[in-house]
């Protein structure tokens, strides 16, 4: 999405003018991008009068177009600045810079990762070259313009206040291969920046190059199990961006470290939904068995993930055995010996449970058992996903484990994740989804752009039928529903049964219990999943049935543990509870099955709610969004960003 763009010319009309940093908080608000972040004011302010700067001591045209701030697709990622017209050869490329006001820095062993004063403390982060690197192949992946008419994104970073005397630190022999790919350039380097970007952008295009990428067709987002295969040889299918590349090379430097020293680590990677916690876990894995030959497994609390990922890798002739081996149950530790894995990766943490077995009589605790058994563990963790309650999985849970089993916990900051790469890359929809269903109040939720696809259905009917339209585009669109009907079907195939009966002639079978690949069966749109089936994958649509269980009552969102269906266990022991702690635990994981079911679509989010009054509450909600956006003049990019995801 271009939020400010224009020609150099327009661009040097608004930096003359001295109100750039005006001109671009204005535009992101009719974007409907509140900004309120006074440093990012200033460092438009400083930056880009700089690159006026770089712009205007060359040869470069006045048709050169730029953009600033260019939100890069299906993510929520933005790009500082972009150059682009053609080169000498009348070649069409586009020059990605990568801006920081930073003064110094300091070097690490990790590659790509350097340390750095930001967000008011030292912390680690990706190396600006490496985030103009990351950025440039991330567009370069979803833009099918980029790829169709062979434009060249070209990465760089330039920090025009760092100093000579601490270069050091950025050119350090880690960071060689990046800085090859992705040059830096400082303070007083303005003519080498100047005359690297002539090489690739002297004159402007005759079409708009910027608008056309903004227009071009989006390319699908991956799902982690469709590459799943490809990645486990080594395939570059994800590029990590920002605060997950940190994540990364902060989990290997432990685990190097570990087998250095024969020490014992415990790595706490914290990240909502879509945040790519799964890819990161995976990627990781890959890199483990592959590349440094560890005994390494990728351990998930959720059989479904499991299940589809064994039958993905049985499709690329992968051993079952070898496939089992990486992706176990975290219930299969209790017999470990201590340190048998070097590392166990764990996805999902926030879904351990104390007993293993399947009447939980084994073992002692999943979180003890697993620190136990590997010199690294790593655990990705979301605790706004905890929805039953045998869920023990908590950061302070685990911390305290570690401590007992004399593992030096690694967390905090540097390992959390926060862009979001589903849910058409909106971290505004997360906030708004948190708001609606009473999770917490998010001031960000006005953050929401409504580029994705959410609507409230009054017939339930039409809403399979919308979604059956998108399932069959690549059967990647599926119905759930909160746990408030009865499993009748479980052990019967008569078709003329059904679990679920709603109003306007709706019935539907849950998913059914023949197999354990429901999200990937080709035959099994017709039948509804539930948490256990959809929680640790994704779709392009999600149908999401709310059940009794959460209503609108008296002005707000209420739940009611009463409703649920006796089948359902992930209330066992607290139905009936009254205290404040069991009522509030109730509560949570109530809210929260429905905050996770609502995030497992890439493009858009289907919803009906037996509960009328919720429905209303719901597209009223929605409604009022859509009309600030309207009334900020920006309903025309909605409609177009909503269009281009659908040809996508």
């Keep these: 999405m271009l939020v400010y763009s224009g020609s150099k010319k327009d661009f040097d009309a608004d930096i003359e003018n001295r109100n750039i940093a005006d001109v671009i908080k204005n535009c992101l608000f009719e974007h409907g991008i509140y900004d309120d972040n006074a440093s990012e004011y200033t460092a438009w302010e400083n930056s880009l009068v700089k690159m006026h700067e770089v712009l205007n001591g060359g040869s470069f045209q006045d048709d050169v177009q730029v953009a600033v701030e260019y939100e890069i697709p299906q993510t929520s990622k933005r790009v500082d600045f972009l150059i682009a017209g053609e080169d000498d050869s009348d070649r ?3 020059v990605v810079v990568e801006l920081k006001q930073w003064e110094e820095a300091h070097h690490t062993e990790c590659n790509g990762i350097i340390s750095a004063f930001t967000g008011n403390m030292l912390r680690s982060v990706a190396h600006p070259s490496y985030q103009a690197y990351s950025y440039a192949k991330t567009i370069e992946n979803f833009c099918s313009t980029v790829q169709d008419e062979h434009i060249r994104m070209v990465p760089c970073a330039y920090l025009h206040n760092y100093r000579k005397s601490k270069l050091g ?19 007083n380097e303005e003519e080498k920046l100047r005359k690297f970007i002539a090489k690739y952008v002297r004159k402007g295009t005759k079409e708009n190059l910027l608008v056309s990428i903004d227009h071009g067709k989006i390319r699908p987002s991956k799902a982690l199990q469709d590459v799943l295969a490809d990645m486990m040889k080594g395939s570059e299918e994800f590029t990590l961006i920002d605060e997950q590349k940190v994540a990364y090379e902060l989990i290997r430097e432990k685990i190097r470290d570990a087998l250095k020293d024969h020490g014992k680590y415990t790595v706490i990677v914290e990240g909502g939904p879509g945040t790519g916690k799964s890819v990161v876990a995976v990627k990781l894995l890959a890199e483990l068995i592959s590349v440094m030959k560890l005994n390494a497994c990728y351990a998930t609390k959720n059989s ?6 064994f039958n993905k890798l049985r499709q690329d002739r992968c051993r079952l055995n070898y496939v089992k081996n990486l992706f ?9 010996e201590p340190d048998d894995f070097d590392c166990i990766i764990v996805d999902e943490a926030h879904r351990l449970n104390e007993k293993s077995g399947m009447y939980r009589n084994k073992g002692e605790n999943q979180i003890k058992e697993i620190i136990n058994a590997s010199r690294v563990s790593v655990f990705f963790i979301d605790e706004d996903q905890v929805v039953t309650s045998r869920d023990i999985g908590s950061v302070q849970e685990i911390k305290k484990w570690a401590a007992l089993c004399g593992s030096r916990v690694i967390a905090g900051e540097d390992l959390h994740l926060t862009s979001q790469f589903r849910c058409n890359g909106s971290t505004g929809y997360i906030a708004f989804l948190d708001d609606l ?11 929401f752009d409504m580029d994705f696809d959410i609507r409230v259905y009054d017939d339930p009917v039409k809403m399979r039928e919308d979604l059956r339209d998108a399932n069959r585009i690549n059967n990647k669109a599926r119905m759930v529903a909160g746990y408030c009907y009865d499993w009748i079907t479980k052990e019967s195939n008569d078709a003329t049964v059904n679990d679920i009966e709603l109003p306007g002639g709706f019935k539907a079978q849950w998913n059914f219990s023949n197999t354990k690949t429901w999200a990937i069966d080709a035959d099994s749109f017709n039948q509804v999943g539930c948490i256990h089936t959809s929680q640790g994958l994704e779709f392009d649509y999600i149908g999401v049935i709310i059940g009794k269980d959460l209503r609108y009552e008296n002005r707000k969102v209420i739940t009611d543990a009463s409703k649920r269906s006796k089948n359902d266990r992930s209330l ?22 429905y905050r996770t079911l609502m995030t497992r679509g890439q493009k858009g989010c289907y919803i009906y709610c037996e509960d ?4 209303k509450y719901m597209r009223m909600r929605i409604e009022q969004r859509q009309k ?11 409609n177009q960003k909503l269009k281009v995801a659908e040809d996508g």
């Design 92 to 94: 069409k490329n586009v």
């Design 612 to 615: 009328t009054e919720l429905g």
């Design 437 to 447: 269903l009473g999770i917490r109040k998010t001031a960000n939720a006005r953050e």
């Design 169 to 187: 630190e950025l050119t350090y022999p880690v960071y060689a291969e990046i800085l090859e790919d992705s040059p830096v350039f400082i303070k």
């Design 628 to 638: 600030q956006l309207k009334n900020s003049g920006y309903e025309n990019i909605i």
């Design 572 to 593: 066992d022991g607290l139905k009936k509870k009254t205290d404040p702690d069991s009522v509030a635990k109730t509560d949570r994981i109530i809210r929260n099955t």
């Design 328 to 336: 176990k149950s975290t219930g299969v530790f209790t017999d470990s």
């Design 304 to 309: 479904a993930p499991r299940e589809v990922y």
